[in-house]
């Protein structure tokens, strides 16, 4: 409520101060009967229904309801503080159509403006809440006051109570994944963190190459004094005897380079993704224990082994259409991606592939490694 107050503030200031003028205009003897009239009693039901679809509907409808019942209590509020200032007031006059008329821009103004910018800082203060403890700030949705949280979510039950208990939050719906825009800005917010660590990643190694390239201290010193350098000492070399075989042909021919084997690290991580695989129950992308246990343990050989790159395979079910069946595989590769990165894994090195033999590697995700 308090959210609500804070983004609705400025639009509930003038709803009081319309329903205040209303009140002030329509100052005069009242009508016989009162101010109240007979039909009076449908409008107080269409206010009950308001209330009670406002607190059965989610999302941003939800919001809309509830910024309009808000506005029409400061309306009534401005009204009735000068109503009971001024005493009686005439129903039957034109500034009343007026002040409805001017009631309902007024609270579809409010609902344009404010709902945004209510979504806008609570999908940020819940993003701040989840990277400060180490989770995905991107995996849930905001929709008004409600947050659309997808079922295969690692820790779905744990982060659904975190949310539900933040701040501002109505409640916390299941969903089967995000919607399309949101997904869609997911993947760019990922694309743009890998990018900044690959560039990080690169200065450091530029940081690095220059400060071996510089000479030692002792040298620097030695050069700072500008002392001169020793002479080298002069060595005498006898004549070469032209009836001897020339050194040169009694040097060893070099041999040619051996390949170098592969680090140590390569051939456990090709030992571990070798006939390993992640296996999901039909129709989802939910990563199970063991599931997370494998994953784990490929984080930690991929820390050891910097120049490896691991292949992901998503194979989806063979049933069903081919189109559904392909965006399950990429929400299988996504989510096997996110918690690799969520243990430290960059983005760069995963590579999404398509898996070589369908057939066999139906609802799970293989391994390979570059």
Known sequence: MIDLLTHYGLFAAIAFLLGALVAFASRGPAAAGGLLRRGD?????????????????????SLYFDGALLLLAACLAGFGAVAAIFGPLARDRLTWRVGACGLAVTCALANLESARSLESDLRHRLGSLLARDGDDPLSFEVSGRDVLLPSETPGHATLAARLERAAGVRAVWTVDTLSPPAAALRERALAEAAARAAQDRAALAEWERRQAALPAPQERRSSSTGAPAARAPLVWAPPRDPTLPSTATLEPEPKASEPAEPPACMAALATLADGRAIRFARASAALDSESQQLLTRFAEQLKQCPQAALEIRGAADTLGKAAKNRRLSLRRSRAVADYLGRMGVGRDRLVNAEARSPARAENRIEFGVR
């Open 41 to 61: 009693h449908t409008i107080a039901i269409w206010l009950c229904l308001a209330l009670a679809v406002a607190q059965v509907t989610l999302g941003r409808i």
